[in-house]
């Protein structure tokens, strides 16, 4: 039988990985500047984490957690890979009391996340996702940061076709009452949802307007939306006024995102680069995550995104064309016999601690097969070292981006790593 990686599960190969480092570098540069220290958290959590932290009537919790077999573990004890990162983000803040230490905290994190789902473009049952958490404030001022601050990392990628769907869905204190008016309205043309839906009516109404059926997207249009409280109506204008016109900012009063635990903001970044299912990532405000992991021994506001790097990969790739090359080396040594290679090992040695990147032919091929593997991996020189070469200590250097007389010159072995440095 062939060995395969499992469904849904992809490799990233050295042809695809420049992309992966532009964009996890554009990542950890925007998050920096905007003053987000990295968290990194394990992959496994207890199954709890997000039967609490996400939702027990979520997609996610009911029909896509990878839980692992319970045999080691107490039944009501068992593992599942983490299908999203903020749970785990702040479990882990809780767990380490970090909101002692600092009362206000700005978070960053890029890694797998695993969800049972259909496999398709762009979505994956190993994905991956980069976000921030920014948890301590209820200062909508954050909120806006957070916005501009996944859009400048898509820009810094190449990324400009993108709007932000955006909407405010209210707190404890409206939220009640902008339920019922949407549960009566569903009721009253009932006949319009799906079976899904119809079950969410009674179960958590809200999920109704994140159905992807047509006719459930067209009937959620026709609900009621939300009147906010005042404090909430406060906030949600000093977001829509300090953004003002920097971004294409789109209130779409039906986006409410799929967790459970949003108050008042939530954004998603969509673009049409990626096709009917466009969305880039989102995020959104959640004031009583924390409260509820911390069975109330902290009460901090918080806001955060989750972007899909393989959909923003995706969208990269559509606004540039071509992908960006692999960097390849500074430099690819040859041996002329095999007389040399001992040698040339030592020499290769000595250029790599000198901060030089190359390598050289483990294969013991011919000359010429040397030469076209310094041309495949993109080498800027090749430091030949033939019998003659060695026992003056010198090397022959070619350049394989010059043409003509200029390609080559010989150097003392000394000096080399020098004149790579000035080439
Ligand atoms: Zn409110
Ligand atoms: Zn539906």
Redesign the pocket.
Known sequence: MKLTAPRGMNDVLPDDAPAWLKLEQAVRDACRRFGYEEIRTPVLEHTKLFQRGVGETTDIVEKQMFTLSAREEAEEDTLTLRPEITAPVVRSMIEHDLLKQRGFWKLYYFGPAFRKERPQKGRYRQFHQFGIEAIGAKEPLVDVESILLFAEILRSVGVEKFEVRFNSI??????PAYRDSVQKAARSKLDRFCPDCKRRIDRNILRLFDCKIEGCKAAAKDLPSIK??G??ADHDQRIRRSLGSSLPLRVDPTLVRGLDYYT?TVYEFASPLLGAQDALGGGGRYNNLVKELSGGEYDAGAVGFAAGVERVLIAMEASRGAPPEPPGLDFYAVAVDESQRQALFGVVSRLRAAGLSGTMDFEGRSLKAQMRSADKLRARVAVILGPDEAARGVVKLKNLRAQGDAREQEVKIDDVATKLRGA
């Open positions: 209210g707190c404890e204190t409206c939220r906010l409280c404090p909430c008042q």
